[in-house]
């Protein structure tokens, strides 16, 4: 049972975070990363300014359209070029040969760390805390990321964490609380 459910997670980490990439390729569409870049959440206002939804607005009887607002917005996402790198190198350092859905898993507990009282309340603090990821202690965090590396680190950073936010492990073996998840690389495990 739970190879069918890392089976099905992956194929769905697939449709959900490599498929639109896929798409933005075949469109042509160019994206670069300014020093600071402000990206809004999923679901929120900005998101439907950033990406124009010919079909999100209602119209009343007399055809103007009607002023909609979500009760809970969120601020945008906003990041720095160093936390791009920083996460980069840091899911280069720790699943470079690993599939786009450890990537991802990899840079997801980073950013719950970050996101954790518990932890330095940055990328880079988190990458860096004393004795946390072997990549800084054996020299892999200074390899070349790879484009998969940035893509990954990108849509993190962008739309946030893929894993539930307490799942604050990753290591060969249990930690903390209990396995969330449970790769062929890595547990992943509850604080």
């Known amino acids: 049972m739970k190879k069918r459910k890392t089976i099905v997670i992956s194929i769905l980490t697939a449709l959900i975070f490599v498929m639109p990439v896929m798409a933005e390729e075949e469109s042509g569409i160019l994206t670069q990363v300014s020093p600071v ?14 990406v124009p939804d010919h079909t999100a607005e209602d119209t009343t009887a007399d055809g103007e359209a009607e002023d909609t607002e979500q ?20 899911i280069c350092g720790e699943a470079q040969g690993c599939p786009d859905d450890e990537q991802l898993y990899v840079g997801s507990v980073i950013i719950n760390r970050k996101n ?7 990328i880079r603090g988190v990458v860096f805390q004393k004795g946390q990821y072997a990549c800084t202690r054996d020299g892999n965090y200074y390899r070349q990321p790879t484009e998969a590396n940035y893509r990954n680190a990108r849509r993190l950073l962008e739309y946030g964490s893929i894993l539930p936010g307490n799942v604050v492990y990753q290591s060969s073996r249990r930690q903390g609380k209990g ?6 690389y890595h547990k992943y495990c509850y604080r």
């Open 179 to 184: 396995v969330y998840l449970q790769t062929r």
């Open 116 to 122: 954790h009282p518990a932890y330095p309340n940055s």
């Open 71 to 90: 009760e809970n917005q969120q601020e945008p996402m906003v990041y720095s070029a160093d936390d791009l790198e920083v996460l980069a190198h840091a």
């Open 37 to 50: 870049v402000e990206m809004p959440r999923k679901g929120t206002a900005a998101e439907s300014e950033a």
